[in-house]
T-cell receptor, first 114, second 111 residues
Framework: DGGITQSPKYLFRKEGQNVTLSCEQN?????MYWYRQDPGQGLRLIYY???????QKGDIAEGYSVSREKKESFPLTVTSAQKNPTAFYLC?????????????FGPGTRLTVL | SQQGEEDPQALSIQEGENATMNCSYK?????LQWYRQNSGRGLVHLIL?????REKHSGRLRVTLDTSKKSSSLLITASRAADTASYFC???????????FGTGTSLTVIP
């Protein structure tokens, strides 16, 4: 997990509320990623950013938004439009912008909607 | 979908035994990587194998890649209780710009 921090570790949200998950890296990596993991399943890509002020949708971007104003930060907002937001959220970064570069993961944020 | 699939979904072995897990994918790739995830934690990169490589070793890990069968295997030799975790393969695509993770193999090593 070294070099990438996610906060908070656990997050509870009421239905209808937006919530923002933090992801910070001090690895000087260009690319950053957000994944969602549901129980017993693999990771699904929500959004990724290969450079500051630019980001791309992944496979399941609906109901989520991101920003990349600084190289070291890539916050994810889970909006009220996301119908089933309860999940484990993982942030990652990679040195290069190339697809397939080794990704370094944060410890994750577990979001529960009450 | 490009997403890989690991087999078996779950594996339970005695300490000291070898553990083998397999990954199959659907389209041509540049690289295939294996990651490990301890329960409730982030993923940790284990090893990368390129499409022009057939086998790679790292410590007790041995990875093979068969691009003709679109499959890879991860062998952990002389397993330890600390190897208990979920293991994921991840593939890129030589025609796309995304990175896909498989569904994972849950390994339990019994002391």
């Amino acid at each position: 997990d070294g070099g990438i921090t996610q906060s908070p570790k656990y997050l509870f949200r009421k239905e209808g509320q937006n919530v923002t998950l933090s992801c910070e890296q001090n690895l000087n990596h260009d690319a950053m990623y957000w994944y969602r993991q549901d129980p017993g399943q693999g990771l699904r890509l929500i959004y990724y950013s290969q450079i500051v002020n630019d980001f791309q949708k992944g496979d399941i971007a609906e109901g989520y938004s991101v920003s990349r104003e600084k190289k070291e930060s890539f916050p994810l907002t889970v909006t009220s439009a996301q119908k089933n937001p309860t999940a484990f959220y993982l942030c990652a970064s990679s040195k290069g912008r190339g697809v397939g570069d080794t990704q370094y993961f944060g410890p994750g944020t577990r979001l529960t909607v009450l | 979908s490009q997403q890989g699939e690991e087999d078996p979904q779950a594996l339970s072995i005695q300490e000291g035994e070898n553990a083998t897990m397999n990954c199959s994918y659907k389209t041509s790739i540049n690289n295939l990587q294996w990651y490990r995830q301890n329960s409730g934690r982030g993923l940790v990169h284990l090893i990368l194998i390129r499409s022009n490589e057939r086998e790679k070793h790292s410590g007790r890990l041995r990875v093979t890649l068969d691009t003709s069968k679109k499959s890879s295997s991860l062998l952990i030799t002389a397993s330890r209780a600390a190897d208990t975790a979920s293991y994921f393969c991840a593939t890129d695509s030589n025609t796309g710009n995304q990175f896909y993770f498989g569904t994972g193999t849950s390994l339990t090593v019994i002391p």
